[in-house]
């Protein structure tokens, strides 16, 4: 039986580990052959730990024990010259391309009065300018294709406010619309645009001091601390989980959905 993406090609950025590798692994247990992207680097205003290349080599490694076909880059999502010649030179390779999944982001919680010029400038490169590029580097493969998906993964916080994160709720509200942008003008080429809006997630972002800064932050008002409550009765789910809607996005089961938003939430946008 054919997996639900069989025969097709996915960049994913982000890719090293996380919601990222998730994606890879999940597409490629349907069918799909890899492109995966990740820095592989820490960014200056980040309290987490950053991935590293023996992460996406990992990664590599999954997808290849599911034989199938994987190229890596390490680099930069802010920077789209990169970002071209790597996709450009992997769908050479790899034949062809019909999903993209703009994944790479960061998050870095802080009271509005502790945001910092640096948190803001790291957050929208990449979470906004990043994905932006991510599109600009696929999308012409799918024109070529004659169509395919494209999922730009934003967050609850691009569907209601979550406090204690201006910079990144304005980052993943501004992929929400982008989505929409996009998905009209590329219609006419059968491309499909959807944003995915995940609750919390259980990913290395939440590692090194990211827990302890919102807490911290939660403490001057313990109040919105509920905002990030679940409707459902679970504190966080998994990347698999939000890997499963990426899949639907990615296969031929969406074939009509587009602009639209996709949240793997536990109902926490509507609580």
């Known amino acids: 039986m054919a997996g639900r993406v ?83 030179a992997a769908v050479a390779d790899l034949g062809r391309l019909d999903v993209v999944v703009a994944n790479a982001g960061i998050c870095v919680p802080r009271a509005w009065d502790q945001v910092t010029p640096q948190i803001v400038e790291d957050t929208f490169s990449t979470n906004i300018t990043g994905v932006w590029n991510t599109v600009m580097a696929g999308a012409p493969h799918l024109v070529t294709a004659g169509g395919g998906s494209i999922v730009l993964i934003s967050s609850a916080a691009g569907l209601k406010v979550q406090p204690f994160m201006v910079p990144y709720t304005t980052s993943k509200w501004a992929v929400r619309g982008m989505a929409k942008a996009f998905a009209a003008e590329l219609a006419r080429h059968s491309i499909r645009v959807n944003s995915v809006h995940p609750t919390g997630v259980a990913t290395p972002m939440g590692s090194g001091d990211m827990q302890a800064v919102l ?15 679940n409707m459902m009765p679970v504190d966080v789910t998994r990347p698999e989980d939000v890997a499963d809607s990426v899949l639907f996005l990615a296969s031929d089961e969406s074939r009509f959905v587009t602009a639209h938003e996709i949240a793997p939430d536990a109902g926490v946008t509507e609580f």
Request: hydrophobic share 45%.
């Open 6 to 88: 069989e025969g097709k090609v996915a960049l994913i950025t982000g890719a090293a580990r996380g919601m990222g590798r998730a994606h890879a692994v999940r597409l490629a247990q349907e069918g799909a052959d890899v492109i995966a992207v990740d820095v592989c680097a820490p960014l200056p205003s980040v309290p987490y730990d950053s991935a590293t290349p023996a992460d996406l080599d990992e990664t590599a490694r999954q997808v290849e024990k599911l034989d199938r076909r994987i190229v890596t880059a390490r680099l930069d999502v802010r920077d789209l010259g990169a970002l071209r010649e790597a996709v450009d």
């Open 215 to 229: 807490g911290e932050a939660m403490a001057g008002d313990q109040r919105l601390g509920a905002m990030f409550m």
